[in-house]
């Protein structure tokens, strides 16, 4: 059986070593190559086949949400596990939502992180308990889950836009959109979490760490 072909994505040199070295160690993994923008990867994957994408979330270029959607809108075979220093029970349903095969915190041993390049390698996704309780509480309609669960997957990512402070006009140019298109976004999303201002969803969104 070839081995699982897996491309690394990460800005800090130090998580990137250690990707490197956990995945030289397994006899069933080669690694394709290590990049360190978004840009980068979605070059790299015009280039090179990959099985598994090990893809962090804070990327200097681009969001990471936004390099899954590419990858996953161009290269829909390949797995994309999501290796971030967010917690997961704020950004996890999201990352699922935009199509990530798994969602991992960079916190976790090596075994569970093999484990989970594996899981995700099959076909199959891969979240952590805290994440797969939280998937469990949204299915019963769990009132004290996150107020963000709520958004769908476009509002999230226009959320996360709004909460960097970044413009409507910015944000339409941004993802194809218009302008009038994104207001509504915005007017909804503010309605669906009982906010009045731009200020509103970055003290929310720095509050529970999906901005930092």
């Keep these: 059986m070839p081995a699982l072909r897996v491309l690394i994505a990460d800005d800090h040199q130090i998580v990137r070593s250690g990707l490197k070295q956990m995945i030289a160690s397994q006899t069933d993994m080669k690694l394709v190559a290590e990049c360190k923008t978004g840009r980068e990867v979605i070059q790299q994957m015009r280039t090179d086949p990959v099985d598994v994408l090990l893809l962090d979330l804070s990327l200097p270029d681009m969001s990471g949400l936004d390099v899954l959607r590419q990858v996953k809108a161009h290269h829909d075979k390949v797995a994309v596990l999501v290796v971030s220093g967010y917690p997961e029970s704020q950004f996890g349903l999201n990352v699922l939502r935009a199509g990530a095969n798994g969602f991992i915190s960079k916190g976790v041993d090596e075994v569970e992180l093999l484990r989970a390049v594996r899981t995700v390698a099959r076909g199959h996704r891969y979240v952590g308990s805290e994440l797969a309780d939280q998937l469990v509480a949204g299915v019963q309609g769990d009132p004290n889950g996150p107020r963000h669960a709520v958004l769908s997957e476009r509002e999230f990512q226009i959320f996360c836009k709004l909460a960097e402070g970044v ?46």
């Design 167 to 212: 413009s409507v006009s910015q944000i339409a140019a941004k993802l194809f959109l218009s302008v009038k298109t994104v207001s509504t976004y915005r007017s909804r999303i503010l309605e669906k979490m009982a906010m009045r201002t731009n200020a509103d969803i970055t003290y929310y969104a720095i509050k529970n760490g999906i901005l930092q």
